[in-house]
């Protein structure tokens, strides 16, 4: 039936022309979605690729550094004053000396103090070191002529870089002429070489740029992320398990639910000063231990695994609660083999992104004393250490433009930690869904 459009009422030719504007109207304003959408994506994209662009390009140089190759002759009576080829002997010789000769005769013997003076500037101030690690590894070297790389001192490794420049002004610059020139000499002799840094992986806390390196922070961070995870990943398991299936719905558990969701978004610092007035205070912990670091991380990501452990238990469906009750399975029963092992993944994932976070804190180890100066590599989680990102807060603060770049280094080592660890744990949410999914 036609209706007149004086009764107010459109046509039918009208309301179709209405519908069709509104149509593409709302068709306007998907694609305006879509194409913002994607716009954000590409985005985030951009600055993902920037942000992993600038971390490489100065960290990949900053896994790499140059070094100077001497022959050096291992003298017994220097290197080993006792004769015993101790460890003690050997860090009492003479290996300094045995270096600086070396260096000097590579040098073509320059005569004077201050040429001496500028020569030994060009090697590390861990050389010495080097060369009686060297002959604790190979003992059977001792008397023998010997070619071993020493690592050069920063300022040299940022003037074989470009980083100074011989055209500054030499009162302008950390390096005088006369060091330039020997190490143009050593450069033209090819004995100075562009290699990867075994310091990097092997060395430990250092003020001296060329020689620091990650061991020690890397080993206590694995210390202090094993003391979390046993801690966290069985009490947040747990606790999900009972506020799910056990506990009763009161307002007591209500509050205690309100109380962990609140906890998820409790700054991590608070959690460090937490366990500074606990453990450390009130327990009398010492500071600097993998131990109360691995607490105050437990503490830390307990509301992420609790939160996303009860997801997953809700997400297993009723039926599979019922066919176990069904055939008399008990509660426990229900819980342990027909509830768990379905929610397991999701379990999983929840530790995943709550050991992601400790692995990169930094201010809750920072409040219980682990930005502490360690030299020596922590053999349990009683002894001082320190840890990766603690590490890489300390060498972003030092002047050294070395240092910047094996902060850099650390950065993607850091990310190549996180990564190995989500990897194996997808690996094994994968293994737990296709057994029992």
């Excluded at 036609?2 to 107010?8: H, I, P, V």
Aim: glycine share 8%; net charge neutral.
């Amino acid at each position: 039936m036609t209706r007149s459009t004086d009764s107010g009422l459109l046509s039918p030719q009208e309301a179709a022309v209405r519908v069709a504007a509104s149509l593409k109207k709302r068709g306007r304003s998907e694609r305006r979605f879509r194409y913002l959408g994607i716009a954000a994506i590409t985005l985030s994209i951009l600055f993902l690729v920037l942000l992993f662009a600038g971390i490489f390009t100065k960290g990949i140089p900053g896994m790499f550094q140059h070094y100077v190759t001497l022959d050096v002759v291992l003298d017994k009576g220097r290197m080993d004053p006792q004769g015993d080829m101790s460890e003690a002997s050997l860090y009492s010789g003479d290996a300094r000396g045995l270096v600086n000769e070396s260096l000097l005769i590579a040098l073509g013997s320059p005569e004077g103090r201050k040429a001496k003076r500028a020569a030994r500037s060009i090697l590390s101030s861990g050389s010495a070191s080097r060369l009686t690690e060297f002959t604790l590894k190979h003992p059977e070297l001792i008397g023998e002529n010997v070619a071993v790389k020493f690592a050069v001192d920063d300022d040299i490794d940022s003037f074989m870089r470009g980083f100074i420049s011989r055209e500054t002004p030499e009162s302008d610059r950390r390096i005088n002429d006369e060091t330039i020139e020997f190490v143009d000499r050593l450069d033209q002799a090819s004995l100075i070489s562009y290699e990867f840094s075994d310091y990097l992986f092997t060395g430990s806390a250092s003020r001296d740029a060329e020689i620091a390196g990650i061991k020690g922070a890397l080993i206590g961070s694995i210390w202090t992320l094993g003391v979390c995870l046993l801690i966290a990943f069985p009490l947040g398991v747990a606790t999900a398990v009972y506020l799910e299936e056990i506990a009763p719905k009161n307002r007591m558990t209500e509050i205690i639910e309100i109380n962990i969701n609140n906890l998820a978004a409790v700054p991590s610092v608070v959690f460090g000063i937490m366990g500074l007035a606990i453990f450390i205070l009130v327990f009398g912990l010492p500071r600097s231990i993998p131990l109360v670091g691995g607490i105050v991380l437990a503490l830390m990501t307990l509301p992420t695994i609790i939160i996303s452990s009860r997801a997953a238990i809700r997400a297993v469906p009723p039926s599979i609660r019922d066919a176990a009750l069904g055939i008399g399975a008990s509660k426990m029963q229900t819980i342990l083999h027909h509830v768990i092992p379905p929610a397991m993944p999701g379990m999983l994932t929840g530790t995943i992104i709550g050991m992601a976070q400790a692995l990169g804190e930094t201010a809750p180890l920072l409040m219980i004393g682990m930005v502490a100066f360690i030299v020596d590599v922590p053999g349990g989680v009683t002894e001082p250490a320190t840890a990766l990102p603690v590490q890489i807060f300390m060498w972003a603060d030092f002047a050294e433009r070395m240092f910047i770049q094996k902060t850099s280094a650390a950065i993607i080592v850091l990310l190549a930690f996180l990564i190995t660890m989500n990897a194996g744990a997808i690996i094994l949410r994968k293994k737990l869904e296709r057994r029992w999914q």
